[in-house]
């Protein structure tokens, strides 16, 4: 079936420091999401990606979708206290409407 | 957030006893998931539903059943719990809006911690 790889599992950076989480699918897919999740929290849905090569900010937040529509990125820039949590992405392959989640990225900011 | 309630929020309880969870949903969408998070698991699915009494499996779904007799309410039950159930629970909803608006995301519940002893 198809597996959505997420690296790394942990981040720790220091705060104003830049952080990247990758996804990489086994499987071509047609659209990738992704998540954050708060401590404590549950996931909260952030933007979804669908094109080849797509590009897009959320802020502080850039969002890629591979040329090969099998990996993706989240990469944000000068990270905020406010940014700590959990990053999830998010694949759907073929007809399918079922996602495939990745097992998320940690990430920890240090004032 | 979206109407999406979890009942209960926390519950503990011993090996072999039945438990069954409750999502209930005010939005009307089709689509309803049950997934469980685990840490270095992420977010696994347990069974999915995409309309009344229409269910499906997921991933990690022995030891699990679900039903779901109204559009509104969506139950995962544990016939006979484990402690390798013991996990938090996320309810998930989606209109499958992807062929209207093209996207298709998920509303989450607030979780149930189970805890099984």
Not at chain 2, 89 to 98: E, Q, R, T
Request: hydrophobic share 25%; net charge positive.
């Amino acid at each position: 079936g198809q597996q959505v790889m997420q690296i790394p599992q942990y981040q720790h950076v220091q705060e104003g420091e830049d952080f990247t989480t990758y996804c990489n699918s086994s499987t071509t897919l047609s659209n990738i999401q992704w998540y954050k999740q708060r401590p404590g929290g549950h996931p909260v849905f952030l933007i979804q990606l669908v094109k080849s090569g797509e590009v897009k900010k959320q802020k502080r937040l850039t969002f890629q979708f591979g040329e090969a529509k099998k990996n993706s990125s989240l990469h944000i820039t000068a990270t905020q206290t406010t940014d700590v949590g959990t990053y999830f992405c998010a694949g759907r392959s073929g007809g399918s409407y079922i996602p495939t989640f990745g097992r998320g990225t940690s990430l920890i900011v240090h004032p | 957030d979206a109407g999406i309630t979890q009942s209960p929020r926390h519950k503990v309880t011993e090996t072999g006893t039945p438990v069954t969870l409750r999502c209930h949903q005010t939005e009307n969408h089709r689509y309803m998931y049950w997934y469980r998070q685990d840490p270095g698991h992420g977010l696994r699915l347990i069974h999915y539903s995409y309309g009344v009494k229409d269910t499906d499996k997921g991933e990690v779904s022995d030891g699990y059943s679900v039903s779901r007799s109204k559009t509104e309410d969506f139950l995962l039950t544990l016939e006979s719990a484990t402690s390798s159930q013991t996990s938090v629970y996320f309810c998930a909803i989606s209109d499958g809006g992807v062929l209207v608006r093209g996207i298709d995301e998920q509303f989450f519940g607030p979780g149930t911690r189970l805890t099984v002893l």
